[in-house]
């Protein structure tokens, strides 16, 4: 069974820094691309970034790139976000998703996500 | 950009009844349309890839057709877990959401 587990959210000040882990289980992580996605409160879908299997390709959306860097560890089955100079409008819950015909192409599997709250 | 409208915004039904729920993009994206449906506190879930093609696991009232512009996510006939927000996505954009709730 595919596991998607994050964890590193939390409450941080504006400016302020955090990293977000995803602990994945149940599928060759190491050749499957992979995904961040938030969503705000009560808000829809926005997609974060992207990395192929082995980081060769890596990409990011326009409201987050300088500012986040998304990596991954093949060899612990994991994939991180560090999140710096944060602001309120990265107040979200972050989900990472498992991907599938191509880098950001389809996200196949989710985890549960982690809540970021940015605030003073 | 590809821009993704959804519609309608909320569509009230009953179970049993046929759900047909709407995506179009601002420019072809030919088939490469997925669908996804998310319950209120949960993660979202793929249910269709390719316009098309069922993810592992969906079960057979669900349905997708389209290209080009125009998709469709079908639901045969609503049962009471079916009750969510659905998105369209292409790549890096996803529709604002179709909610389907109870009449």
Same mark, same amino acid.
């Given at each position: 069974?595919?596991q998607?587990?994050e964890?590193g959210?939390?409450?941080?000040k504006?400016?302020g820094?955090l990293?977000l882990?995803?602990?994945a289980?149940?599928f060759?992580f190491s050749?499957?691309?992979m995904?961040?996605?938030?969503?705000?409160p009560?808000?829809?879908?926005?997609? #974060?970034?992207?990395?192929?299997?082995?980081s060769?390709?890596?990409y990011?959306a326009?409201s987050?790139?300088g500012r986040f &860097?998304?990596?991954?560890?093949?060899a612990?089955?994991?994939?991180?976000?560090?999140?710096?100079?944060?602001?309120a409008?990265?107040t979200?819950?972050y989900?990472?998703?498992?991907g599938r015909?191509?880098?950001g192409?389809?996200?196949d599997?989710?985890g549960?996500?982690?809540l970021v709250t #940015?605030s003073? | 950009?590809?821009?993704l409208?959804?519609s309608?915004?909320?569509?009230?039904?009953?179970?049993?009844e046929?759900? &047909?729920l709407?995506?179009?993009?601002?420019?072809?994206?030919s088939s490469?349309l997925a669908?996804y449906?998310?319950?209120?506190?949960?993660?979202?879930?793929?249910?269709?890839?390719d316009?098309?093609n069922r993810?592992?696991?969906?079960?057979?009232?669900?349905?997708?057709?389209?290209?080009?512009t125009?998709?469709?996510?079908t639901?045969s006939?609503?049962?009471p877990e079916?009750?969510?927000?659905?998105y369209?996505?292409?790549?890096?954009n996803?529709g604002?959401?179709?909610k389907v709730?109870?009449k």
């Amino acid at each position: 069974e595919v596991q998607l587990v994050e964890s590193g959210g939390g409450l941080v000040k504006p400016g302020g820094s955090l990293r977000l882990s995803c602990a994945a289980s149940g599928f060759t992580f190491s050749s499957y691309s992979m995904n961040w996605v938030r969503q705000a409160p009560g808000k829809g879908l926005e997609w #974060v970034s992207s990395i192929s299997s082995s980081s060769s390709y890596i990409y990011y959306a326009d409201s987050v790139k300088g500012r986040f &860097t998304i990596s991954r560890d093949n060899a612990k089955n994991s994939l991180y976000l560090q999140m710096n100079s944060l602001r309120a409008e990265d107040t979200a819950v972050y989900y990472c998703a498992s991907g599938r015909g191509g880098v950001g192409a389809i996200f196949d599997y989710w985890g549960q996500g982690t809540l970021v709250t #940015v605030s003073s | 950009e590809i821009v993704l409208t959804q519609s309608p915004a909320t569509l009230s039904l009953s179970p049993g009844e046929r759900a &047909t729920l709407s995506c179009r993009a601002s420019q072809s994206v030919s088939s490469y349309l997925a669908w996804y449906q998310q319950k209120p506190g949960q993660a979202p879930r793929l249910l269709i890839y390719d316009a098309s093609n069922r993810a592992t696991g969906i079960p057979a009232r669900f349905s997708g057709s389209g290209s080009g512009t125009d998709f469709t996510l079908t639901i045969s006939s609503l049962e009471p877990e079916d009750f969510a927000v659905y998105y369209c996505q292409q790549r890096s954009n996803f529709g604002p959401g179709t909610k389907v709730d109870i009449k």
